[in-house]
């Protein structure tokens, strides 16, 4: 799925069988639906839940995934984002949108609202570059010199409050290596408790256990915990040698975008974050939404 995806937007891109332009139009479109869809999502589960035939029980906080794939709520803000990004990079001579400005409004409200923590916090990250990217070079480099100077007095003054303080004490409690590991063999351990157990307790796994070790496909159940991921699965299976091959394969894959130095950069930070979170491989909408709206970057401006 990933390389046909790959490889069906290269050939467009050198076919143009469908413009750029036709394909950033068509996906802003559907990014400007899934609004009211999650909204009527949200305020319509207890209604909405009853017609669920599928073999997955879905939780109020795995509802809200719009007209994406079931409990999708991270390859739908990937899209949101990158529709919001394409916009930024792409939208010349308002080709794609004549109301950039209220678009992103209303797409960045979409995020919010929506159950994508991860895609929340990178929206805020990606509005503070630009931010960064507008003042001149002199104030950048003292902004950030006054930052790494007031971070120890203001983490101080943090922790004097009580709700940060109840939540440090909360991620020292749960975020330890025997917390981690029981939690591990109950199966019921989150990401992070997967990574500090592979780190702390389990011994290093040079080529993994391999294919589907991590998931019984022949009984359809996890070996260990539940929460998985595009990197947790890979050393899972692969061990050390395939994570660094898959992250290997994502920088380039990132690479062959035509895009400044500075973005690829931050595109390949925000797909880690994603493949640290879900299995972007094997997520259609993700991969389609990748391989589409970035490797026309500059066919978009030509046009």
């Avoid at 036709?22 to 319509?44: D, E, H, R, W």
């Avoid at 394969?249 to 062959?256: D, F, K």
Wanted: contains cysteine; hydrophobic residues 50%; proline residues 3%.
């Amino acid at each position: 799925m990933p390389i046909g995806s790959y490889l069906f937007f290269k050939i467009n891109q050198k076919e143009s069988y469908i413009s750029s332009r036709t394909i950033s139009k068509i996906y802003l479109f559907i990014a400007c639906l899934q609004l009211p869809v999650i909204l009527i999502q949200n305020f319509g589960y207890d209604f909405l839940i009853r017609f669920n035939n599928s073999s997955q029980a879905i939780a109020s906080f795995d509802f809200m995934f719009g007209t994406f794939f079931l409990k999708a709520d991270h390859a739908l803000g990937f899209f949101l984002l990158l529709n919001i990004f394409n916009i930024f990079e792409n939208n010349i001579n308002n080709n794609i949108t004549k109301r950039p400005k209220l678009i992103v409004f209303y797409l960045s409200l979409t995020i919010f609202i929506a159950e994508s923590n991860v895609t929340k916090l990178l929206l805020i990250l990606f509005f503070g570059y630009l931010i960064y990217k507008s003042f001149p070079k002199k104030i950048k480099i003292f902004g950030v010199l006054i930052v790494i100077i007031l971070m120890p007095f203001v983490y101080s003054q943090a922790k004097k409050i009580k709700a940060f303080e109840s939540e440090i004490y909360f991620f020292h409690q749960e975020y330890n290596s025997k917390k981690s590991f029981l939690n591990y063999k109950r199966g019921i351990a989150k990401r992070p408790q997967v990574v500090i157990t592979y780190a702390t307790t389990l011994p290093l796994r040079i080529v993994g256990k391999g294919p589907y070790s991590y998931f019984n496909i022949l009984k359809r159940e996890f070996t260990a915990t539940k929460h998985f991921s595009q990197l947790i699965w890979a050393y899972a299976d692969l061990g050390i040698i395939g994570l660094i091959l898959l992250i290997l394969l994502l920088y380039l894959l990132v690479n062959s975008f035509n895009l400044d130095k500075g973005v690829k950069i931050i595109l390949f930070g925000v797909i880690l974050v994603y493949a640290f979170m879900t299995t972007i491989f094997s997520d259609l909408a993700i991969m389609i939404t990748l391989t589409s709206l970035l490797q026309n970057n500059n066919k978009i401006k030509q046009e």
